[in-house]
């Protein structure tokens, strides 16, 4: 029953998902204009709980990254999708999931939601052992609402995982930050704020340019308030897929 009520709602939204990017694309394009920025950001189509289906939709219409939230359904899409896909890790890792995904995601582009030194060392020797040619790109998760409920280190304890990523994990780039916002999933104008705060510090006691650090911020319902705030990643899911299905998770 739940498969094939599945596989009828992908029929019926054949054509829906393009729809819906190419809006998603022009409202990111009208973002970027009235915050006066010349490059857009790069827009990760958040695909958990979709089927294989609606994914391959968003790819036939130019996307090429992809969000997923759980180790196990990243694991089984990405065989089945082409392999130029740049698959960005989303949800809370777990450590002991952390081999797991390198090993079975060869073309794993980022692990969004490093928030601990134990994950960024089990990362770095998963990318070693696995013998990539490439580092792995990382960004700390930083919790910018101060709910307890949420995942992410502190803003007070954000430069010290940078640095030790920066200096003791040679398998990993660190590429920036990343926030949630608010429990609901919302983010108000103060997480973003929190977030570029944490970011201009980590480029100061780290010697690097505040611009070379990427901001992970915004998704379905605050993306375009996230632009205009300066984020360079934006996650966006409901808004191109349709709501979710969590009957089977």
């Given at each position: ?42 827009l ?5 709980t ?73 990362l ?36 010290e ?34 977030l ?34 300066g ?19």
């Open positions: 029953m739940h498969t094939n009520c599945i596989v009828a709602l992908s029929a019926e939204s054949k054509g829906m998902v393009a729809k819906s990017l190419s809006e998603v694309l022009v409202r990111v394009a009208s973002a970027t204009q009235r915050a006066s920025r010349v490059n857009p950001p790069r990760v189509a958040v695909s958990k979709k089927p294989l289906e609606m994914l391959l939709e968003a790819y036939e219409a130019g996307q090429r990254s992809f969000g997923e939230n759980y180790v196990q359904e990243i694991i089984e899409k990405v065989p089945q999708m082409p392999n130029d896909v740049s698959w960005h890790f989303i949800g809370h890792l777990q450590s002991n999931k952390a081999k797991q995904i390198v090993n079975s995601v060869p073309n794993l582009f980022m692990v969004e939601t490093v928030d601990t030194v134990k994950l960024a060392n089990l770095d020797k998963a990318v070693e052992s696995a013998e990539w040619d490439r580092k792995l790109n990382v960004l700390v998760q930083v919790n910018t609402s101060g709910e307890e409920s949420k995942f992410g280190v502190p803003p007070n304890e954000v430069v995982l940078c640095r030790h990523i920066t200096q003791e994990c040679g398998h990993l780039t660190l590429s920036g930050l990343m926030t949630i916002g608010m429990p609901d999933y919302t983010s108000k104008p103060e997480n973003f704020q929190c570029s705060k944490c970011r201009r510090q980590v480029a100061a006691e780290l010697q690097l340019q505040e611009e070379s650090l990427e901001l992970s911020m915004g998704m379905s319902g605050d993306f375009e308030s996230a632009i205009e705030m984020s360079t990643n934006i996650r966006v899911g409901s808004t191109i897929f349709g709501a979710r299905d969590y009957s089977n998770k």
